[in-house]
């Protein structure tokens, strides 16, 4: 009975001090911006030179769970992404290169979107990718559909409210659905770049966090540099 | 893991069996420092750390017991870029390391008059668990391994039942899959009761 008083006598107060002292880093809010990038490694990046990017930002929320944004930087964030992909050497695509067939004629279609809600893991599945791609912009005579607040491919991990994602889409290998109404084709979805949390909260900071943050999305994916392929 | 905790409860019940000899109860505050692939993870001389150790005299100058210890490391690295899975992510990571020993100890004493060095070791098992916080994620592993643990030290009789304990002790437990080696020395001061 003695042994266990002293042995009570050293654990708690020890056990206590120990737990009292648990280390947790103070993070700053620019400590918590990451960048991250996906991309479909069967992918030859060599035969993409060409980018349409599609001038609005898609706003993904969800009516339950919303919450406001931060929609002052959008010009900034297409500005950042256009500069960046200009200068790893893509050629920008616009309406004024609409083919005959009324096609945009580039390799690829640049799509940014922001959340205003949080999203988990696999919540949202490839195939509503169709329900929000701006497809009448894209092929003008195809019929118009909603923007939906849903999302494909996101990893496991979950994206935040006031994330910024870029998508690249291959133009090339993508199929249209043969029924607008039953959509089902192929959207692949070959390079994104996402920029966690940046659009929320208050800081004054939050353009320069952008532009360094979207430089890290595409200074991290060497794959998309179209300079260096060209001196090869 | 089973069989560690078996082997430790058994060689635990045995000494309480014998009921005779002396028994000292020590807590030791213990700093260390990360090495090998622990420091790779979190390299840091951390001040966080404590031990708990049951010794049971069989004889005079030789001992067995019980030792449990927490230690944690810490590391912040910023703007460094690392794959995960099928991702690519760069930002600032906040590395913990926690290293949690059960081991069975034994210790040889060369007697002296109010201070005893000893040379021991302690054989057992280790939960290890690395995380690494990096924007709303939380990357992390855990792992039960294997742990040996050979320690010097010197214990001072401050009165007839307690002592003070100095010792340096070297924790290794090796890799197991994919989960990385533990490495670290640790630097135990503390007090004990008779």
Redesign the interface.
């Known amino acids: 009975m003695k042994k266990l008083i002293k042995l009570f006598v050293f654990v708690i107060p020890i056990s206590f001090l120990v737990a009292s002292c648990y280390p947790g880093f103070d993070a700053t809010v620019e400590e918590m911006d990451i960048a991250v990038t996906k991309y479909d490694s069967t992918q030859n990046f060599t035969q993409l030179s060409s980018f349409f990017l599609y001038d609005t930002i898609v706003y993904i929320d969800d009516d339950e769970d919303s919450e406001d944004i931060d929609h002052t930087q959008e010009d900034h964030i297409l500005s950042e992404v256009r500069q960046n992909l200009l200068n790893l050497g893509w050629t920008e695509k616009t309406e004024a290169d609409t083919t005959a067939d009324g096609e945009i004629d580039a390799d690829v279609s640049i799509m940014v979107s922001a959340l205003a809600t949080d999203i988990s893991y696999y919540y949202y599945y490839w195939w509503d990718y169709w329900y929000w791609y701006p497809w009448d912009y894209w092929y003008p005579w195809y019929p118009g559909y909603p923007i939906y607040p849903v999302y494909p491919v996101y990893p496991s991990y979950g994206y935040t409210v006031g994330s910024v994602l870029i998508d690249m889409v291959d133009m090339n290998d993508a199929e249209m659905p043969h029924n607008p109404d039953r959509p089902s084709g192929k959207i692949p979805v070959v390079w994104t770049g996402g920029v966690n949390g940046i659009l929320s909260g208050s800081d004054s900071n939050i353009a320069s966090r952008l532009t360094k943050q979207i430089g890290q999305v595409f200074k991290q994916s060497p794959y998309l540099n179209k300079k260096d392929t060209k001196n090869e | 893991m089973n069989k560690y905790i078996a082997i430790i409860v058994l060689s635990l019940a045995s000494f309480i069996a014998r009921g005779q000899g002396e028994?000292v109860?020590i807590?030791n505050y213990l700093p260390a420092v990360s090495l090998g692939e622990t420091a790779d993870f979190t390299n840091n001389f951390s001040p966080?750390?404590?031990d708990?150790e049951v010794n049971y005299y069989l004889t005079e100058d030789f001992s067995m017991g019980f030792v449990t210890s927490?230690n944690?490391f810490?590391e912040?690295i910023?703007g460094e870029?690392f794959d995960y899975?099928?991702?690519?992510?760069?930002?600032?990571q906040?590395r913990?390391t926690n290293v949690v020993p059960l081991n069975i100890n034994a210790k040889k004493y060369f007697t002296g008059n109010t201070a005893t060095p000893y040379i021991g070791v302690g054989v057992g098992t280790s939960y290890a668990k690395q995380s690494n916080d990096?924007?709303?994620?939380t990357l992390s592993q855990d792992k039960w391994l294997f742990n040996v643990a050979p320690e010097v030290g010197l214990l001072y009789d401050m009165s007839r039942s307690t002592v003070l304990s100095f010792k340096v002790k070297y924790n290794y437990s090796p890799k197991a899959g994919d989960f990385p080696s533990m490495s670290y020395v640790s630097f135990g001061f503390g007090i004990g009761?008779k």
């Open positions: 028994t109860i807590v966080r750390g404590v708990f927490w944690i810490r912040k910023s870029t899975n099928d991702l690519t992510i760069t930002g600032t906040f913990y990096i924007g709303v994620f009761m």
